[in-house]
DNA sequence: AACCAATGGTTTGAATAATGAACCAAATGA
DNA sequence: TCATTTGGTTCATTATTCAAACCATTGGTT
């Protein structure tokens, strides 16, 4: 691992639940040297990538990344497009829908949108992070990616969030592979009890899985026609989205996809 | 420079003029080794903080600069603090009103308003960075940060970006004591012929300068008593910004700032 | 077609920077 | 008072980075 990977480690751990992290703290949970990290956070605070808070000498992100996230925005308004898509999607399934993205082996929220149509639905505030293994968003990025990324995910561990989680590896298998053939995952109270989710993967221009677009429901709202209509909506969702970002379909999921609409 | 600060520096090679910059021409304008250039860009882009474009191969920002945008934002919502405070800024001089920061050895524009109440106004959409030397927002940081800074950005090259920018360090010397004297400095057309603009310096929770902000005027427009009235609202909007950043004013400038006011 | 220049990417021993264990001073709390 | 934890520093060892070359491919020119 490089220093650069390092140092781009560190500001990984830095979220909206631990937005400020002391040297000490930084160093147990990284499992780096002290002064390793110590040198690595100078390095970071000089380009404005992290600062120190005021009242305790403890880090946080600096200036620096909102600056380059304009650019970013600038360069490529994923969000923008992502979000009107998003709205569409929701308001065409009466469900919360989002979009999550690869973030290293991690998929991280990217972007979400509710729909006016229900009182109850499922929220999407605290969540930072979501399991590739327990996500219909996870299984549907590792049912498109390299069969690396799979192997490594399911040799890790892999929790039990709730009893309904599927965290035996050969079932796992076969859930990626019924993805790959339908074209979208699912998941059923994998991560909360009473939600259920489905999700297609997306795609970047070299054609690699980036991430995925997916709606999830209260279960008990879940039927088979709703169902048709949350995959149809998402493949068209996802076509939409993955065009506006240069982005290219793999030819089996072409095939998959206009069945499904 | 350690090897993570090259890194960092690369990432500031893009902007909004040149979002996309291929290998040669990166490892041209950094003036570093081609491997290197490679090395970090291959580290940067496994931690999504930049991609390779679809059409050709050239890079740029990749995502993860966004999750750390919202990190930050969510942490110190600096920007929506900033803007709410130049739009009354803006309201109340009517003219237009920015914050630059510090980044690095440049300062970064990072927010701006427009006022309504004239339909000419200096528009600040197509700047990125200001130069120290020439605006009033850089001779405000110099005149309030290390005699380290002023030194090092005095003795680099002082272009004439117009015909009245100030160019003789002694002169600029002279100009940034009064700035430290009076709180404030000043800027005519310095950076554009027919601008005129005012400037305080912000600091962050260590009592560092950090930015400034700034109202910007045609010059035809600017009169003594129009000046007196920027100059109060600037330090009361420096006073609320700083605070509302966690920041401490230094006590020398406390005092001029209490007279202006 | 032959050529040229430029591109992205890769290799090499020699030079340089990163590393990690131990250490320090200051703050905190028992 | 003493023990613990904090942010920060030091220095010999070690791994990484450097610079200059070299490939393979592309696009344009003659």
Redesign the pocket.
């Known amino acids: 691992?490089?220093?650069?990977s390092?140092?781009l480690t560190l500001l990984d751990y830095f979220s909206r639940q631990q937005p400020e992290?002391?040297?000490?703290?930084?160093?147990?949970t990284s499992g780096?040297?002290?002064?390793?990290v110590?040198?690595?956070?100078?390095?970071l605070q000089a380009g404005g990538f992290v600062e120190?808070a005021g009242s305790?000498?403890?880090?946080r992100l600096g200036p620096a990344v909102l600056r380059l996230a304009n650019v970013r925005e600038a360069t490529v308004p994923m969000r923008d497009v992502a979000e009107a898509a998003l709205r569409r999607l929701s308001d065409a399934t009466g469900e919360t829908a989002h979009i999550s993205l690869m973030q290293g082996d991690r998929m991280a929220i990217f972007a979400f949108a509710y729909s006016a149509a229900h009182g109850i639905a499922v929220r999407m505030e605290d969540v930072e992070f979501l399991p590739l293994h327990a996500s219909s968003t996870g299984l549907a990025v590792l049912a498109f990616s390299s069969a690396n990324l799979a192997a490594t995910a399911l040799s890790g561990p892999l929790p039990a969030i709730t009893p309904h989680t599927v965290t035996d590896p050969e079932r796992l298998r076969t859930l990626i592979a019924a993805a790959r053939a339908k074209g979208h995952a699912e998941s059923l109270g994998g991560i909360e009890e009473d939600v259920h989710s489905l999700a297609v993967p997306l795609f970047d221009a070299r054609g690699t899985c980036v991430g995925a677009a997916a709606v999830a429901t209260p279960a008990a709202r879940m039927t088979r026609a709703l169902q048709d209509r949350i995959v149809t909506a998402l493949h068209q969702a996802a076509q939409e989205i993955v065009a506006h970002w240069g982005g290219a379909m793999p030819d089996e999921l072409r095939k998959a996809r206009t069945d499904a609409i």
């Open positions: 691992m490089g220093t650069v390092k140092a992290i002391g040297l000490s703290e930084l160093t147990r780096m040297n002290k002064a390793t110590y040198r690595l956070l100078c390095e120190q305790d000498r403890a880090y």
